[in-house]
């Protein structure tokens, strides 16, 4: 039982530190697009945008309306695999649901489900 609460307390951990490295590489890339856009406009976040082609963001810029001004969707989203997804995602929730099903059995042998 010490071995599961030390590796969910280092899961907890290591997920929040990836978390704020995350927040903090969107917040400077944010205040960078603002000040191109606010220098030079949406011409400035364009050329920022091609010149760093690397860019892993999804970038959308919208007007006073909500109209959208400019949207950039990263290259390795257009090569995402869904059908890799979609089998793992039915082989987790197999998981999951079995794990639920094994919790549940368990509880039923013990006696725990009656009720007084």
């Given at each position: 039982?010490?071995?599961?609460?030390?590796?969910?307390?280092?899961?907890?951990?290591?997920?929040?530190?990836?978390?704020?490295?995350?927040?903090?590489?969107?917040?400077?890339?944010?205040?960078?697009?603002?000040?191109?856009?606010?220098?030079?406009?949406?011409?400035?976040?364009?050329?920022?945008?091609?010149?760093?082609?690397?860019?892993?963001?999804?970038?959308?810029?919208a007007g006073p309306r909500n109209q959208t001004?400019?949207?950039?969707?990263?290259?390795?989203?257009?090569?995402?695999?869904?059908?890799q997804l979609e089998v793992f995602g039915i082989v987790?929730?197999?998981?999951?649901?079995?794990?639920?099903?094994?919790?549940?059995?368990?509880?039923?042998?013990?006696?725990?489900?009656?009720?007084?």
């Amino acid at each position: 039982m010490s071995s599961l609460a030390l590796f969910g307390l280092a899961y907890f951990l290591l997920s929040v530190t990836l978390q704020q490295q995350d927040r903090a590489i969107i917040e400077s890339e944010l205040k960078l697009y603002a000040s191109r856009y606010e220098t030079a406009g949406l011409d400035a976040i364009i050329a920022e945008i091609n010149a760093r082609h690397r860019e892993s963001l999804f970038v959308r810029v919208a007007g006073p309306r909500n109209q959208t001004l400019l949207q950039h969707i990263p290259v390795e989203w257009n090569e995402f695999a869904f059908k890799q997804l979609e089998v793992f995602g039915i082989v987790a929730m197999i998981v999951f649901i079995l794990l639920l099903v094994d919790g549940l059995a368990y509880a039923w042998r013990k006696g725990d489900l009656e009720w007084a």
